[in-house]
């Protein structure tokens, strides 16, 4: 899995290219994490406002790829993992296609993430905060 990163203003966009299974979840969990992240550990308002995940190459997503999506949304939630103390982190997903928005549907994960047709229009539903 190749995982491309653009950023449009306050909001970071991640494109996973290829399988989300067991092999690749744990990098796909630290591009996760570190985008959610602030910038400056002493500086919680320079996180982004949204994180778009474009979907549209993903192959595959396993129980693994799930737990590191769920793992996310909990850190993007102010209170919660290492967002504690500011505000969320808004998570929009954007493209994705029908095998893979039925294994998020299956998990329950579809009903806890917004999800757009298109890149624009997640990255501005991702700004809006």
């Known amino acids: 899995m190749h995982i491309a990163e653009e950023v449009r203003g306050d ?11 067991s092999a690749a979840a744990p990098r796909f969990e630290a ?12 500086e919680p308002a320079k996180a982004p406002v949204g994180l778009v995940l474009d979907l549209s ?6 129980p693994a790829g799930l737990r590191s999506l769920l793992l996310a949304v909990r850190q993007a939630r102010p209170g919660t993992g290492s967002a504690g103390g500011r505000k969320g982190v808004r998570i929009v997903l954007a493209a994705v296609p029908g095998p893979i928005r039925g294994v998020l549907e299956e998990a329950g994960l579809a009903a806890l993430l917004e ?5 624009d229009a997640a990255v501005r539903a991702a700004s809006q905060h």
């Open 31 to 42: 591009r996760l994490k570190a985008a959610l992240a602030p910038a400056a550990p002493d």
């Open 11 to 21: 909001v970071t966009i991640l494109r996973p290219v290829g399988p989300i299974d």
């Open 57 to 62: 190459g993903v192959t595959q997503l396993t």
């Open 115 to 119: 999800s757009h047709g298109d890149l």
